[in-house]
């Protein structure tokens, strides 16, 4: 079962930044695409940032120019680098791992889920 380790969330203040880190473990197979979504209370789930295997990278129009993803695929790792942070930043952020795998003819696609750390943009 792969597990999904977030860290680095915290309150900080607006123009302020943060780090976060996720680190994936329990699987040998190859992780197509590591990412970060987040949901504020009372909000779906959104996408802020993924990163795939061949380095595609896709950002949530709010965060481009301000959040920076990188990934390192031999660690199973991913980080998110969030600066010039507003108060509408603030909510819980999960680490998102994709593991497509092949059998019989078919795709299978599988999502896993971090617990999730909390970002608080307040001042």
């Known amino acids: 079962q792969v597990q999904l380790v977030e860290s680095g969330g915290g309150l900080v203040q607006p123009g302020g930044s943060l780090r976060l880190s996720c680190v994936a473990s329990?699987?040998?197979?190859?992780?197509?695409?590591m990412g970060w979504y987040r949901q504020a209370p009372g909000s779906e789930r959104q996408l802020v940032a993924s990163?795939?295997?061949?380095?595609?990278?896709k950002y949530a129009d709010s965060v481009k120019g301000r959040f920076t993803i990188s990934r390192d695929g031999a660690k199973n790792t991913v980080s998110l680098q969030m600066t010039t942070l507003k108060p509408e930043d603030t909510a819980v952020y999960h680490c998102?791992?994709?593991?497509?795998?092949?059998?019989?003819?078919?795709?299978?696609?599988?999502?896993?889920w971090g617990q999730g750390t909390q970002v608080t943009v307040s001042s």
């Open positions: 329990g699987t040998d197979l190859s992780i197509n695409a």
């Open positions: 998102n791992a994709e593991i497509i795998t092949y059998n019989s003819g078919r795709y299978y696609d599988y999502m896993y």
């Open positions: 990163m795939t295997i061949d380095n595609r990278i």
